[in-house]
């Protein structure tokens, strides 16, 4: 069992006359109103730290807080690897499996609570982007104000340059190419996935082949998004024809199986390569990792 959580949020002015279970129910929209008729009955709800009941009507500005109780979270790994640190930023390696943000299920076994807890000078450390949950490999994290305002603007400008290593199905795509394929979302079942979808917002992955093996009928391809979509990489080499071995969820034209939840793991692709400025030197900093399914 973890130790439970505290959500905090506020009134907007827009929420203003709402009672404590309508508002639950507009801004948390995971949780179904029984769910939250429930845990407001239960006494775990608070206006402005006094528990709340369901006709309590709400004021901008209000603090409202919902008190979790200790849950057990699914298996997931709880070491993450350090490539490069110093005072303001750590480039930290993340294991395929572990959540990078608090999310569903997921609270401690997360990389951001991994590395807060890890070292007094981490306390305040976020990490600057995401990873699957699946995914393993580099993942920015800015230890300091200074860090996180400068490497997330970095992150906005696209200045940080990425690439991961895949292994794909298949020989057949060529030695070099981009992927272009709009990625929008689209209902599966209760949630919304990103797939690659006419509409979609315009999406561009450099691919470049780097091995292939015929006898096993795979490819070892190098991808650097330019864009960052949700699943951009697994999204365009299934779009291409090239899966990503053991990727449970991404079938051609890189639309998802109907079977399959998202966040399931087992595929092949790893933060390889991350280059980016420092935030307090200005120098350049790049850095390199291989995935330990990497052929020999």
């Known amino acids: ?26 801004r948390f929209q995971k949780r179904t109103a029984d769910d939250w008729r429930a845990s407001i009955g239960a006494g775990d709800v608070r206006v402005n730290g006094e528990v709340a009941d ?87 994290v ?44 689209v209902a599966h079942g209760p949630m919304r996935l990103h797939v690659a979808r006419a509409g979609g917002k315009p999406s561009l992955t450099r691919v470049r082949v780097l091995r292939r093996d015929r006898e096993l009928d795979r490819t070892l391809v190098a991808a650097q998004p330019i864009t960052g979509r949700p699943d951009q990489i697994r999204i365009h080499l299934a779009a291409l024809g090239a899966p990503i071995v053991g990727d449970p969820l991404f079938g051609p034209g890189g639309t998802a199986k109907s079977d399959v939840p998202p966040g399931t793991g087992g595929y092949h692709l790893h933060a390889a390569g991350i280059g980016f400025v420092h935030p307090a030197t200005g120098a350049r900093i790049k850095l390199r990792s291989l995935p330990a399914w990497m052929p020999g």
């Open 142 to 185: 800015g230890k300091t104000e200074i860090a996180r305002v400068s490497l997330a603007r970095q992150f906005r400008e696209r200045t940080p340059t990425k690439t991961y290593f895949a292994l794909v199905e298949g020989c057949a795509l060529p030695d070099s190419c981009h992927a272009r394929h709009p990625i929008g979302d």
């Open 1 to 26: 069992m973890n130790r439970g959580y505290v959500y905090t949020s506020e009134v907007r002015p827009a929420e203003s006359g709402l009672d404590v279970l309508a508002y639950h129910v507009l």
């Open 54 to 140: 369901l006709a309590h009507v709400l004021s901008p500005g209000d603090t409202v807080t919902y008190h979790r109780a200790p849950w057990r979270e699914p298996d997931a790994p709880t070491m993450f690897g350090v490539a490069w640190e110093d005072e303001h930023v750590l480039v930290a390696e993340k294991p395929a499996g572990l959540q990078v943000l608090p999310a569903g299920p997921y609270f401690e076994k997360t990389l951001f609570h991994l590395v807060r807890v890890s070292a007094p000078d981490r306390a305040q450390a976020s990490p600057i982007h995401r990873l699957g949950r699946g995914t393993s490999g580099l993942i920015l």
